[in-house]
């Protein structure tokens, strides 16, 4: 009787344990399953990204630029209205001031300090705009493939590497460039905010924005603040609606950013305070111009 009630015993122990074993192996499963809908899920948000800049490309409508003064007039406008416009760096020289940069402090554009990432193309020996977002708290990539100096860190916070950016991936006479998207590839940053992508690159940036918007415009996606110099020259009278009239394209990244969600934050004529006037409009060689791009939540 005795020894019966004992195999009774021992056949629950086993029973249960067998259950218990199950349970954690469901469990286990369920974890698993959890994880794999989780990665299911950022890579389909990604390539969610992905279809939704190229179908914001596709669908853009382009409109030549019918004449200058709606360039101006796009510029003199806010379209993304800031509380906390705050200046990075800035140097004064004799005649003018150069390389300050403006960036909106407002959640949720703000550079969350201690977790952001600056990429500033185009130094030449001017590192005011990089010290202030290092200090601020970023990780800054400082690019200058025409400075005569090596690969170094400046400071804690800021690499310096000798390496443009532009339309393709190519040796030059004076050094390299990549693609935005090799570099992002190169620098093991792929799929991370950058809070400030600069771009002083003398003319280039024209070209290079192109190149996102035909191949990778997902890349914007997750830009929240892109700051350009723009050096289109002073306008002399030339018909804004040819194809290749450099205010025309940059009307067309100019919607194209517009397309993206980028918002007009800020501009400024470049070197201020040099300007001239042709027909009543104000103008300079060069303009200073930041949109930012409120990042999904
Ligand atoms: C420029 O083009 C706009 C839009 O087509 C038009 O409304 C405006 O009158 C034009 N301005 C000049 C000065 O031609
Ligand atoms: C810019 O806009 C202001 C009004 O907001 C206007 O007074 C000024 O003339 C405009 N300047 C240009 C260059 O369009
Ligand atoms: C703007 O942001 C900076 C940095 O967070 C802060 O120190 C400053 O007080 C802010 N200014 C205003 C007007 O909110
Ligand atoms: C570098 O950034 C960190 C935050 O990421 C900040 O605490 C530190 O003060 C910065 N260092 C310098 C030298 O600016
Ligand atoms: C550029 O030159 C380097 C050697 O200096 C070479 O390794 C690299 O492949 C070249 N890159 C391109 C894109 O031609
Ligand atoms: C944008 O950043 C988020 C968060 O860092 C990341 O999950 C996502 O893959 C990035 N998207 C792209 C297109 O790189
Ligand atoms: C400007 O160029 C366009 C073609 O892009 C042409 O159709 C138009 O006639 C030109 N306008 C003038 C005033 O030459």
Same mark, same amino acid.
């Given at each position: 009787?005795?020894?019966?009630?004992?195999?009774?015993?021992?056949?629950?122990?086993?029973?249960?344990?067998?259950?218990?074993?199950?349970?954690?192996?469901?469990?286990?499963?369920?974890?698993?399953?959890?994880?794999?809908?989780?990665?299911?899920?950022?890579?389909?948000?990604?390539?969610?990204?992905?279809?939704?800049? %190229?179908?914001?490309?596709?669908?853009?409508? &382009? *409109?030549?630029?019918?004449?200058? $003064?709606?360039?101006?007039?796009?510029? +003199? =406008?806010?379209?993304?209205?800031?509380?906390?416009?705050?200046?990075?760096?800035?140097?004064?020289?004799?005649?003018?001031?150069?390389?300050?940069?403006?960036?909106?402090?407002?959640?949720?554009?703000?550079?969350?300090?201690?977790?952001?990432?600056?990429?500033?193309?185009?130094?030449?020996?001017?590192?005011?705009?990089?010290?202030?977002?290092?200090?601020?708290?970023?990780?800054?990539?400082?690019?200058?493939?025409?400075?005569?100096?090596?690969?170094?860190?400046?400071?804690?916070?800021?690499?310096?590497?000798?390496?443009?950016?532009?339309?393709?991936?190519?040796?030059?006479?004076?050094?390299?460039?990549?693609?935005?998207?090799?570099?992002?590839?190169?620098?093991?940053?792929?799929?991370? %905010?950058?809070?400030?992508?600069?771009?002083? &690159? *003398?003319?280039?940036?024209?070209? $290079?924005?192109?190149?996102?918007?035909? +191949? =990778?415009?997902?890349?914007?996606?997750?830009?929240?603040?892109?700051?350009?110099?723009?050096?289109?020259?002073?306008?002399?009278?030339?018909?804004?609606?040819?194809?290749?009239?450099?205010?025309?394209?940059?009307?067309?990244?100019?919607?194209?950013?517009?397309?993206?969600?980028?918002?007009?934050?800020?501009?400024?004529?470049?070197?201020?305070?040099?300007?001239?006037?042709?027909?009543?409009?104000?103008?300079?060689?060069?303009?200073?111009?930041?949109?930012?791009?409120?990042?999904?939540?």
């Amino acid at each position: 009787m005795l020894r019966e009630k004992k195999k009774a015993l021992w056949k629950i122990i086993i029973v249960v344990l067998i259950f218990v074993n199950c349970a954690m192996v469901l469990l286990k499963d369920d974890n698993a399953f959890v994880l794999y809908e989780r990665l299911l899920s950022t890579s389909s948000s990604r390539g969610d990204m992905v279809a939704w800049a %190229r179908a914001a490309v596709n669908s853009c409508n &382009i *409109e030549p630029l019918p004449n200058i $003064t709606v360039f101006f007039k796009y510029l +003199n =406008q806010t379209e993304y209205p800031c509380k906390n416009l705050t200046k990075f760096g800035g140097a004064i020289f004799p005649k003018f001031v150069d390389g300050d940069k403006w960036a909106c402090l407002d959640s949720p554009v703000a550079p969350p300090p201690s977790n952001c990432l600056v990429y500033s193309f185009g130094i030449n020996f001017e590192w005011s705009f990089d010290d202030a977002m290092a200090s601020y708290g970023c990780e800054v990539y400082s690019f200058d493939p025409t400075m005569d100096m090596k690969e170094h860190k400046r400071s804690p916070n800021i690499t310096f590497l000798k390496l443009g950016i532009g339309n393709s991936a190519r040796n030059f006479s004076r050094g390299k460039v990549d693609t935005l998207g090799g570099i992002i590839k190169k620098l093991g940053h792929v799929g991370r %905010r950058i809070d400030y992508l600069k771009l002083d &690159i *003398e003319g280039m940036e024209v070209e $290079t924005l192109e190149e996102v918007f035909k +191949n =990778q415009p997902e890349l914007l996606t997750n830009v929240t603040h892109l700051g350009v110099e723009i050096h289109p020259g002073k306008y002399n009278g030339a018909n804004t609606t040819q194809p290749t009239n450099i205010f025309n394209r940059l009307w067309k990244t100019f919607q194209y950013l517009g397309c993206l969600e980028f918002q007009l934050l800020y501009w400024a004529y470049n070197p201020y305070p040099s300007y001239s006037m042709w027909k009543g409009i104000k103008q300079s060689c060069c303009y200073e111009i930041v949109w930012v791009r409120p990042p999904p939540r």
